[in-house]
């Protein structure tokens, strides 16, 4: 079982203030992504370059809201184009799933797949709303789609295995969970 991970952060620090020069839907989401890794009981170190010579932070929350404004901010810039447009609305979605606007996350996600359909997380995330909408059927093939995308992406894995779980089906479910700390890899 995968117990610790390492993420390389060459894009800026995901820890540097939101709304400044060179911040945005990246840094939201590998913030956020080491977040939900550590949730989830697997220990995560973060390796960047600092927003300012001789900065040491130590990792502060960000509310959904702030993912959803910063995303925002990229999308209305209208300077983005194909998988760095689809990031924004892929993490724009992640936030307001992570409020439960639901149908509003759905909408995001769906254009985040319209811009890439090669677009795994954006797969993955979706696949997260249908499963809170308990609708299970839809959210398993988009699991399914992401892991043909990318059958790397634990994350997937891990959620594909909820969606089992919550099911009943507790050998699919255990598969899932095991392939996290086989063959995926987390990214």
Request: proline letters at 3%.
């Amino acid at each position: 079982m995968l117990k610790r991970v390492a993420f390389v952060s060459v894009h800026t620090s995901p820890l540097a203030t939101l709304g400044g020069k060179d911040t945005g839907a990246m840094n939201v989401f590998v913030r956020e992504t080491a977040r939900e890794l550590a949730r989830r009981g697997i220990g995560v170190d973060v390796f960047t370059r600092s927003a300012r010579p001789g900065q040491i932070r130590r990792d502060t929350p960000t509310a959904p809201n702030d993912r959803v404004t910063a995303c925002t901010a990229v999308i209305d810039a209208k300077v983005e184009t194909g998988r760095k447009l689809a990031v924004a609305y892929c993490n724009r979605g992640h936030g307001l799933t992570e409020k439960r606007d639901l149908d509003s996350a759905m909408s995001d996600l769906d254009e985040a797949i319209r811009l890439d359909p090669t677009y795994a997380c954006a797969y993955s995330n979706r696949g997260r709303v249908h499963a809170l909408k308990r609708d299970f059927v839809s959210a398993m093939a988009d699991y399914d789609e992401a892991i043909r995308i990318d059958s790397g992406f634990a994350l997937a894995y891990n959620n594909r295995g909820d969606a089992w779980f919550h099911k009943g089906d507790l050998d699919r479910a255990l598969a899932d969970f095991s392939a996290i700390g086989g063959q995926a890899t987390v990214r």
